[in-house]
C-alpha cells in the first residue's frame, strides 16, 4: 500500500514537472510572437521573426520550416549581414530536415559573403560549412583547407566550442 502511494506520488511530481515545463516553453513562444508584432520597423519585424524561427528550430521544426521561405525572400530588402543570417537559418532547416541538396546550395550560396562580411564569427561559419560540404563531395583536401581555415578563425575570436567543432569536422574529414 505504501509503495503504490509513493509511486503514485512521483507520477504526480513528473507530471507536474512535465506540464510546467511545457507551459513556460509555450510562455516562451507567445513572448517571441508578441516581438514579431509589436515591432516597428520591417528591419526590426525580420530580426524579430529570425529570433522566433532561432527558437523553432531547437522546439518546433515544422514551424521553423514554415518560416524558412518568408526569411530569405524579406531578407532580399535589407542588408548583406541580415541575408547571410537568412541564409544561415535556412540552411539549418534543411540540414536538420535532411535535405542535403537544398543545404549545399544555401551553403554556396554563402561563399560571396567571405568578401562581404569581414567578421571572423561570420567567416569561420562559412569555412566550417563549406569544410563540411567538400567532406561530403569527398574533395577532401578542399575540405580540409576549409576546416582549418574555419580553426584558425575559431581560435582568433578565442570561442572553445567554436575550436572543438573545427576540430571534430578535421578528424571526421
Known sequence: ??????????????????????????????????????????????EQTLVLGKYYLSNNIDKADSLQEELLNDSRKFEDSLRFSALMYSAEVSLIRGDLDSYFNTILACQPFLNKLKGDEVQYTIYRHLGFY?????????????????????KKIRDISKESEAYQHIALN
Open 1 to 46: 500500500m505504501r509503495t503504490t502511494l509513493l509511486l503514485f506520488l512521483s507520477i504526480l511530481v513528473v507530471l507536474g514537472c512535465n506540464f510546467s515545463a511545457h507551459a513556460q516553453s509555450q510562455q516562451k513562444e507567445e513572448q517571441l510572437i508578441r516581438a514579431v508584432s509589436n515591432a516597428k520597423s520591417p528591419q526590426q519585424r525580420f
Open 134 to 154: 567538400h567532406s561530403q563531395m569527398q574533395e577532401f583536401e578542399t575540405a580540409k583547407s576549409y576546416l582549418r581555415l574555419a580553426l584558425k578563425k575559431a
